[in-house]
Nanobody, 111 residues
Framework: QVQVVESGGGLVQAGGSLRLSCTTS????MGWYRQAPGKQRDLVAS???????SYADSVKGRFTISRDYAQNTVYLQMNSLKPEDTAVYYC?????????WGQGTQVSVSS
């Protein structure tokens, strides 16, 4: 059985920080995505098995993705948050070619 669970969202002021957590049980972590109202879901950050990260241009230098192998958890540290970062953040897992999404966690950044 696959479970994808995100946590850590909240409301912060611009310039603030949040750390999101994602646990993927029974699936391989594929990436952090976000979806703002009326917009498509976009990839924000991903990390390979050996720890190599990649980021969307809009978050480079502000967000950091990392993984804790022992806890089977991937983190997204978000610093210098901007109002345009407001979205529901999702993580995606993959198992045997099928994608699984968590319920999402809301991040709201006030100006």
């Amino acid at each position: 059985q696959v479970q994808v669970v995100e946590s850590g969202g909240g409301l912060v002021q611009a310039g603030g920080s949040l750390r999101l957590s994602c646990t993927t049980s029974g699936a391989i972590f594929m990436g952090w995505y976000r979806q703002a109202p009326g917009k498509q879901r976009d990839l924000v950050a991903s990390i390979t098995i050996d720890g190599s990260p990649s980021y969307a241009d809009s978050v480079k230098g502000r967000f950091t993705i990392s993984r804790d192998y022992a806890q089977n958890t991937v983190y997204l540290q978000m610093n210098s948050l901007k109002p345009e970062d407001t979205a529901v953040y999702y993580c995606k897992g993959r198992r045997y070619g099928d994608d699984y999404w968590g319920q999402g966690t809301q991040v709201s950044v006030s100006s």
